[in-house]
């Protein structure tokens, strides 16, 4: 599986973007989606996840309410939306995936940074 994430920009506090990671290579029915983000000098972290077949999300606690994991079957897709963005959402936001539950996420798309100026 490669993934390939896209969307991010420079937009202004407040605003909204949509990132996409889109999977080529077999299909994610069972797979779980994970998005993450790593901003300058901090560590990666958790930002929500979808498991492909029941579509169940969660989320870290800093983006409910603000951020939406979604995915189109059809287009082995994942959606990260992101609205209220604050600057201090700018991060290089990654698309992972995980074959099970307890799993790792092992496969890791690109990157594709966002940038929330004030």
């Known amino acids: 599986v490669q993934l390939q994430a896209s969307g991010g920009g420079l937009v202004q506090a407040g605003g909204s973007l949509r990132l996409s990671c889109a999977a080529s290579?077999?299909?994610?029915?069972?797979?779980?989606m994970g998005w993450f983000r790593q901003a300058p000098g901090k560590e990666r972290e958790f930002v929500g996840q979808?498991?492909?077949?029941?579509?169940?999300?969660y989320y870290a606690d800093f983006v409910k309410g603000r951020f939406t994991v979604s995915k189109d079957d059809a287009k082995s897709t994942s959606y990260l939306q992101m609205n209220s963005l604050k600057p201090e959402d700018t991060a290089v936001y990654y698309c992972?995936?995980?074959?099970?539950?307890?799993?790792?996420?092992?496969?890791w798309g690109q990157g594709t940074q966002v940038t929330v100026s004030s």
């Open positions: 992972a995936i995980k074959m099970a539950a307890s799993a790792p996420f092992g496969i």
């Open positions: 290579g077999r299909t994610l029915s069972g797979y779980t």
């Open positions: 979808v498991n492909w077949r029941s579509g169940t999300t």
